[in-house]
Protein backbone atom coordinates (compact mmCIF):
# COMPACT_ATOMS: atom_id res chain seq x y z
CA UNK A 1 0.00 0.00 0.00
CA UNK A 2 3.16 2.73 1.13
CA UNK A 3 3.72 2.57 -2.71
CA UNK A 4 0.92 3.43 -4.38
CA UNK A 5 0.75 6.70 -6.38
CA UNK A 6 -2.89 8.20 -6.54
CA UNK A 7 -3.27 11.02 -9.41
CA UNK A 8 -6.58 12.72 -9.24
CA UNK A 9 -8.49 13.51 -12.32
CA UNK A 10 -11.19 16.56 -11.79
CA UNK A 11 -12.64 17.55 -15.30
CA UNK A 12 -13.91 21.06 -14.54
CA UNK A 13 -16.81 22.84 -16.38
CA UNK A 14 -19.20 25.11 -14.27
CA UNK A 15 -18.55 23.82 -10.98
CA UNK A 16 -15.77 26.70 -9.63
CA UNK A 17 -18.05 27.35 -6.97
CA UNK A 18 -17.54 23.74 -5.55
CA UNK A 19 -14.02 23.26 -6.41
CA UNK A 20 -12.61 24.12 -2.98
CA UNK A 21 -14.59 21.78 -1.27
CA UNK A 22 -13.79 18.59 -3.24
CA UNK A 23 -9.79 19.57 -3.51
CA UNK A 24 -9.55 20.20 0.62
CA UNK A 25 -11.44 15.98 0.29
CA UNK A 26 -8.38 15.19 -1.51
CA UNK A 27 -5.76 16.43 0.50
CA UNK A 28 -6.76 15.50 3.90
CA UNK A 29 -6.65 12.14 2.78
CA UNK A 30 -4.26 10.04 5.30
CA UNK A 31 -2.37 6.79 5.23
CA UNK A 32 -1.76 5.32 8.52
CA UNK A 33 0.92 2.48 7.72
CA UNK A 34 2.13 -0.24 10.38
CA UNK A 35 5.86 0.09 9.55
CA UNK A 36 7.60 -1.69 12.27
CA UNK A 37 5.47 -4.01 15.01
CA UNK A 38 3.00 -1.02 17.25
CA UNK A 39 4.85 1.91 14.77
CA UNK A 40 2.78 3.64 12.79
CA UNK A 41 3.56 6.33 10.15
CA UNK A 42 1.33 8.69 8.55
CA UNK A 43 1.56 9.73 5.08
CA UNK A 44 0.01 11.81 2.55
CA UNK A 45 -0.98 9.32 -0.38
CA UNK A 46 -2.40 11.89 -3.19
CA UNK A 47 0.68 11.08 -5.92
CA UNK A 48 -0.66 14.22 -8.39
CA UNK A 49 -3.89 16.36 -9.02
CA UNK A 50 -4.69 17.20 -12.07
CA UNK A 51 -7.80 20.08 -13.21
CA UNK A 52 -8.71 20.57 -16.28
CA UNK A 53 -11.30 23.34 -17.42
CA UNK A 54 -13.35 22.67 -19.99
CA UNK A 55 -14.01 26.00 -21.27
CA UNK A 56 -16.38 26.77 -18.80
CA UNK A 57 -18.83 29.80 -19.57
CA UNK A 58 -18.65 31.01 -15.98
CA UNK A 59 -15.63 32.35 -13.36
CA UNK A 60 -14.59 28.22 -12.66
CA UNK A 61 -11.27 28.23 -14.91
CA UNK A 62 -10.03 31.65 -12.53
CA UNK A 63 -11.24 30.05 -9.22
CA UNK A 64 -9.41 26.91 -10.11
CA UNK A 65 -6.29 29.26 -11.01
CA UNK A 66 -6.52 31.13 -8.11
CA UNK A 67 -6.67 27.60 -5.69
CA UNK A 68 -3.47 26.51 -6.98
CA UNK A 69 -1.61 29.36 -4.89
CA UNK A 70 -3.66 27.16 -1.51
CA UNK A 71 -2.56 24.16 -3.29
CA UNK A 72 0.49 24.82 -5.45
CA UNK A 73 1.07 21.17 -6.24
CA UNK A 74 -1.91 21.19 -8.66
CA UNK A 75 -2.06 20.91 -11.93
CA UNK A 76 -4.43 23.56 -13.48
CA UNK A 77 -4.89 24.00 -17.11
CA UNK A 78 -7.80 24.29 -20.06
CA UNK A 79 -8.98 22.99 -22.91
CA UNK A 80 -8.67 24.91 -25.77
CA UNK A 81 -11.89 23.78 -27.12
CA UNK A 82 -14.61 22.13 -25.49
CA UNK A 83 -14.08 18.17 -25.58
CA UNK A 84 -16.61 17.59 -22.99
CA UNK A 85 -16.21 14.79 -19.85
CA UNK A 86 -15.07 11.80 -21.54
CA UNK A 87 -12.42 13.00 -23.67
CA UNK A 88 -11.22 15.59 -21.33
CA UNK A 89 -10.48 12.84 -18.57
CA UNK A 90 -9.04 10.35 -21.51
CA UNK A 91 -7.20 13.57 -21.98
CA UNK A 92 -5.64 13.76 -18.45
CA UNK A 93 -4.56 10.34 -17.84
CA UNK A 94 -2.71 10.42 -20.73
CA UNK A 95 -0.66 12.95 -18.67
CA UNK A 96 -0.79 11.04 -15.41
CA UNK A 97 2.11 9.14 -13.80
CA UNK A 98 0.68 7.29 -10.89
CA UNK A 99 -0.35 3.51 -10.01
CA UNK A 100 -3.68 4.14 -9.30
CA UNK A 101 -6.42 6.68 -10.88
CA UNK A 102 -9.06 8.24 -9.47
CA UNK A 103 -11.27 10.35 -11.44
CA UNK A 104 -13.52 12.77 -9.40
CA UNK A 105 -16.19 15.17 -10.38
CA UNK A 106 -14.96 18.94 -9.89
CA UNK A 107 -18.22 19.05 -7.13
CA UNK A 108 -18.10 15.66 -5.07
CA UNK A 109 -16.08 15.00 -2.17
CA UNK A 110 -14.84 12.30 -1.09
CA UNK A 111 -14.83 10.70 2.09
CA UNK A 112 -11.83 11.33 4.84
CA UNK A 113 -10.38 7.56 4.86
CA UNK A 114 -11.22 7.42 1.14
CA UNK A 115 -8.27 6.35 0.12
CA UNK A 116 -6.80 4.28 3.10
CA UNK A 117 -10.14 2.13 2.80
CA UNK A 118 -10.14 1.40 -0.77
CA UNK A 119 -6.27 0.68 -1.37
CA UNK A 120 -6.82 -1.61 1.98
CA UNK A 121 -10.01 -3.91 0.09
CA UNK A 122 -7.62 -3.21 -2.96
CA UNK A 123 -4.98 -5.25 -1.12
CA UNK A 124 -6.77 -8.17 0.65
CA UNK A 125 -9.16 -8.53 -1.97
CA UNK A 126 -6.57 -8.40 -4.95
CA UNK A 127 -8.56 -6.05 -7.27
CA UNK A 128 -8.34 -3.80 -10.05
CA UNK A 129 -11.04 -1.67 -8.99
CA UNK A 130 -12.56 -0.57 -6.21
CA UNK A 131 -15.69 0.64 -5.84
CA UNK A 132 -17.91 2.30 -2.49
CA UNK A 133 -21.39 2.99 -1.92
CA UNK A 134 -22.59 6.76 -2.50
CA UNK A 135 -24.08 9.75 0.06
CA UNK A 136 -26.31 11.69 -2.39
CA UNK A 137 -25.73 15.41 -0.84
CA UNK A 138 -27.43 19.02 -2.05
CA UNK A 139 -30.77 18.79 -3.23
CA UNK A 140 -31.65 15.30 -1.94
CA UNK A 141 -29.93 13.41 1.09
CA UNK A 142 -29.97 9.71 0.36
CA UNK A 143 -27.42 6.85 0.30
CA UNK A 144 -27.45 4.29 -2.40
CA UNK A 145 -26.12 1.41 -1.76
CA UNK A 146 -24.48 -0.67 -4.81
CA UNK A 147 -24.36 -4.52 -4.31
CA UNK A 148 -21.56 -6.52 -3.77
CA UNK A 149 -19.49 -7.78 -7.27
CA UNK A 150 -20.60 -9.98 -9.71
CA UNK A 151 -20.90 -10.41 -13.38
CA UNK A 152 -24.23 -10.96 -13.69
CA UNK A 153 -24.96 -7.74 -11.42
CA UNK A 154 -22.43 -5.31 -13.60
CA UNK A 155 -24.21 -6.77 -16.62
CA UNK A 156 -27.03 -5.59 -16.12
CA UNK A 157 -26.53 -2.54 -14.80
CA UNK A 158 -23.68 0.39 -13.81
CA UNK A 159 -23.12 -0.80 -9.62
CA UNK A 160 -19.52 1.10 -9.97
CA UNK A 161 -19.82 5.18 -9.58
CA UNK A 162 -16.95 7.07 -11.84
CA UNK A 163 -14.60 7.75 -8.74
CA UNK A 164 -14.17 4.22 -7.98
CA UNK A 165 -10.34 3.30 -7.20
CA UNK A 166 -8.34 1.52 -9.77
CA UNK A 167 -4.98 0.30 -10.79
CA UNK A 168 -3.69 2.30 -14.26
CA UNK A 169 -3.46 -0.47 -15.98
CA UNK A 170 -7.52 -0.74 -15.94
CA UNK A 171 -7.47 2.12 -17.58
CA UNK A 172 -4.77 1.60 -20.32
CA UNK A 173 -6.04 -1.95 -21.78
CA UNK A 174 -9.92 -0.83 -21.71
CA UNK A 175 -9.09 2.71 -23.87
CA UNK A 176 -10.59 4.93 -20.97
CA UNK A 177 -13.96 6.64 -21.38
CA UNK A 178 -16.00 5.89 -24.27
CA UNK A 179 -15.68 9.13 -26.39
CA UNK A 180 -18.58 8.39 -28.51
CA UNK A 181 -21.66 7.43 -26.05
CA UNK A 182 -23.85 9.88 -26.89
CA UNK A 183 -26.00 10.77 -23.52
CA UNK A 184 -23.90 9.51 -20.52
CA UNK A 185 -22.57 5.87 -19.77
CA UNK A 186 -19.43 6.55 -20.48
CA UNK A 187 -17.79 5.14 -17.20
CA UNK A 188 -19.91 2.19 -17.48
CA UNK A 189 -18.99 1.05 -20.87
CA UNK A 190 -15.41 1.08 -19.08
CA UNK A 191 -16.40 -1.19 -16.61
CA UNK A 192 -18.23 -3.38 -18.54
CA UNK A 193 -15.33 -3.92 -20.47
CA UNK A 194 -13.07 -4.11 -17.55
CA UNK A 195 -15.30 -7.11 -16.52
CA UNK A 196 -15.33 -8.78 -20.44
CA UNK A 197 -10.81 -8.15 -19.73
CA UNK A 198 -10.94 -10.26 -16.39
CA UNK A 199 -10.56 -7.37 -13.87
CA UNK A 200 -11.38 -8.03 -10.72
CA UNK A 201 -13.67 -5.46 -9.15
CA UNK A 202 -14.43 -5.21 -5.21
CA UNK A 203 -16.77 -3.49 -3.17
CA UNK A 204 -15.96 -1.12 0.23
CA UNK A 205 -17.98 -0.65 2.74
CA UNK A 206 -15.88 1.36 5.00
CA UNK A 207 -16.31 4.45 3.18
CA UNK A 208 -17.81 6.36 0.22
CA UNK A 209 -18.15 8.92 -2.37
CA UNK A 210 -20.19 11.84 -1.53
CA UNK A 211 -22.24 12.89 -4.84
CA UNK A 212 -23.47 16.45 -4.83
CA UNK A 213 -27.19 17.07 -6.39
CA UNK A 214 -27.67 20.28 -7.53
CA UNK A 215 -29.64 22.08 -10.64
CA UNK A 216 -26.78 21.57 -12.49
CA UNK A 217 -26.13 17.73 -11.77
CA UNK A 218 -26.86 15.53 -15.09
CA UNK A 219 -28.55 13.14 -12.58
CA UNK A 220 -31.47 15.69 -11.52
CA UNK A 221 -31.15 17.72 -15.02
CA UNK A 222 -34.40 15.40 -16.25
CA UNK A 223 -31.44 14.51 -18.84
CA UNK A 224 -30.87 10.15 -17.44
CA UNK A 225 -34.62 9.23 -18.19
CA UNK A 226 -35.17 11.48 -21.51
CA UNK A 227 -32.19 9.61 -23.16
CA UNK A 228 -32.73 6.27 -21.33
CA UNK A 229 -33.09 4.73 -24.62
CA UNK A 230 -30.34 6.39 -26.82
CA UNK A 231 -27.98 4.87 -23.53
CA UNK A 232 -29.58 1.46 -24.32
CA UNK A 233 -28.61 1.79 -27.95
CA UNK A 234 -24.98 2.75 -27.56
CA UNK A 235 -24.51 0.05 -24.60
CA UNK A 236 -25.78 -2.72 -26.83
CA UNK A 237 -24.20 -1.56 -29.99
CA UNK A 238 -20.81 -1.95 -28.06
CA UNK A 239 -21.68 -4.76 -26.17
CA UNK A 240 -24.39 -6.72 -27.52
CA UNK A 241 -25.24 -9.56 -25.54
CA UNK A 242 -22.68 -9.09 -23.13
CA UNK A 243 -24.96 -6.22 -21.86
CA UNK A 244 -27.93 -7.59 -19.85
CA UNK A 245 -29.96 -4.03 -19.17
CA UNK A 246 -32.95 -3.06 -20.53
CA UNK A 247 -34.61 0.33 -21.96
Not at 73 to 87: C, D, P, T, Y
Request: include cysteine; glycine fraction near 4%.
Amino acid sequence: MQDAKISVIIPLHNQGKFLEETLESIFTQILRLEVSPRKFEEIAPVHEVIVTDDLSTDDSYAIAQELQKKYPSIIVQQNEVNLRVAKTRNKMFKQTTGTHIICLDADDILEQNYFFETLQTMKEKDADIVYTDMHLFGMVDMKKVYPQYSLLAIRSGNICHVSSLMKRTVYEQTGGFAEDFRKGNEDYAMWLTAAKLGFKFAKCSKTGLNYRRHLESNIVSGDFHKNRKIMYEDLKKRFGDFYLGRP
